[in-house]
T-cell receptor, first 111, second 111 residues
Framework: DVKVTQSSRYLVKRTGEKVFLECVQD?????MFWYRQDPGLGLRLIYF???????EKGDIPEGYSVSREKKERFSLILESASTNQTSMYLC??????????FGSGTRLTVV | GQNIDQPTEMTATEGAIVQINCTYQ??????LFWYQQHAGEAPTFLSY????GLEEKGRFSSFLSRSKGYSYLLLKELQMKDSASYLC????????????FGKGTKLSVKP
């Protein structure tokens, strides 16, 4: 069964900390995505990647960066966590023209 | 601009039929997806339409009219486990794979 694995289900971090959210897929998918999901706002795209070492900004990239050194791994970095980054973070992967497979999500709380 | 609209909430009775509508305005069109998301979990793929017409998959069907920018998800013989949010998502032409999501419709199935 295809899988997208996110390293943490729940995470609590302090304001100002540097936070790493890891995502690994075992399907050899070219595309990987990071979204955040907030009540009333739906899923919003932060960053995505079409290939190793390639990255593109989504709709809300401010305060975030990403890294894709290997095809199977896509990391989201919060350079200096703030309380408005408290959210559910969802990673997804896909082949070029197919739908997404989502990870189980990381619920991040910044205090 | 790009916009996807779907009702915020719907309620239906166990055993009944419910139709969840989605209208979209996007720069180009290269497929429409429906996802199901139970509370606290990741979205899971339900259906995909790229041509006009109805796609049936068991109790779930999805319809697309590209000329009207309109889709619906039809759920038959509702079960309590169908209580979830249903997300409509569109891939625009040339968007290299990333989906634009609606805010989701929360469906409550009552006995």
């Amino acid at each position: 069964d295809v899988k997208v694995t996110q390293s943490s289900r729940y995470l609590v971090k302090r304001t100002g900390e540097k936070v790493f959210l890891e995502c690994v897929q075992d399907m050899d998918h070219e595309n990987m995505f990071w979204y955040r999901q907030d009540p009333g706002l739906g899923l919003r795209l932060i960053y995505f990647s079409y290939d190793v070492k390639m990255k593109e900004k989504g709709d809300i990239p401010e305060g975030y960066s990403v890294s894709r050194e290997k095809k199977e791994r896509f990391s989201l970095i919060l350079e200096s966590a703030s309380t408005n980054q408290t959210s559910m973070y969802l990673c997804a992967s896909s082949r070029l023209s197919y739908g997404y497979t989502f990870g189980s999500g990381t619920r991040l709380t910044v205090v | 601009g790009q916009n996807i609209d779907q009702p915020t909430e719907m309620t239906a009775t166990e055993g009944a039929i419910v139709q969840i509508n989605c209208t979209y305005q996007t720069s180009g069109f290269n497929g429409l997806f429906w996802y199901q998301q139970h509370a606290g979990e990741a979205p899971t793929f339900l259906s995909y339409n790229v041509l006009d017409g109805l796609e049936e998959k068991g109790r779930f069907s999805s319809f697309l009219s590209r000329s009207k920018g309109y889709s619906y998800l039809l759920l038959k013989e509702l079960q309590m486990k169908d209580s979830a949010s249903y997300l409509c998502a569109v891939r625009g032409r040339g968007s290299q794979g990333n989906l634009i999501f609606g805010k989701g419709t929360k469906l409550s199935v009552k006995p």
